[in-house]
């Protein structure tokens, strides 16, 4: 089977990964950092400081063959506010700015024809500030975070934040979620 990957910045990656662990053709998800200011590694608490250009993100890796980059990227427009300047809901600071990260040129020229569709088609009120940008620096975040959703669903934040995106998913997307 051959995979493609695209790495996302979405918000808390918290959210992002629970979305799409649960999407059919994604074979693994991965919460991490990426395109920060320097090459080193960072920490979350570092990350939450919002002073080291890193920004938590998704890495997503999916078989084409059962799901396009461009219906991941509708179900992630979906799923957080892509015109929310370095802001989802409460969470603020650039660690939480809406990134599409490619390693593959032809990622770059969907990710912009959708973002150009999505802005004439006047989906959105206000605009579309998510970067798309070659990925940079990633790294995976520290082991506690990974699926975080499924090992502490009753925590407050997945409780409250979490569980409404992937209710969302559900809702427009049924489609596309493993049974």
Not at 143 to 160: L, M, R
Request: with cysteine; glycine share 8%.
């Amino acid at each position: 089977m051959t995979t493609s990957i695209i790495t996302l910045g979405g918000g808390c990656f918290w959210c992002t990964e629970a979305v799409f662990q649960r999407v059919k053709g994604v074979t693994r998800v991965e919460s991490g950092y990426c395109n920060g200011l320097r090459e080193a590694r960072p920490t979350y608490e570092q990350v939450c400081r919002g002073d080291t250009g890193f920004n938590e993100v998704v890495r997503v890796e999916y078989n084409p063959q059962h799901i396009s980059l461009r219906q991941l990227l509708e179900i992630f427009f979906a799923i957080h506010d892509p015109t929310s300047l370095n802001r989802q809901g409460n969470d603020t600071g650039t660690q939480y700015r809406s990134g599409i990260y490619y390693s593959d040129k032809d990622d770059q020229v969907v990710a912009t024809q959708f973002i150009a569709e999505a802005t004439s088609m006047g989906h959105y009120d206000k605009h579309i500030v998510t970067e798309v940008l070659p990925l940079a620096h990633y790294w995976p975040a520290e082991d506690y975070h990974q699926n975080y959703f499924v090992n502490h669903p009753e925590q407050g934040y997945c409780t409250f934040v979490v569980a409404p995106k992937v209710r969302k998913l559900g809702q427009y997307f049924q489609e596309w979620v493993k049974t």
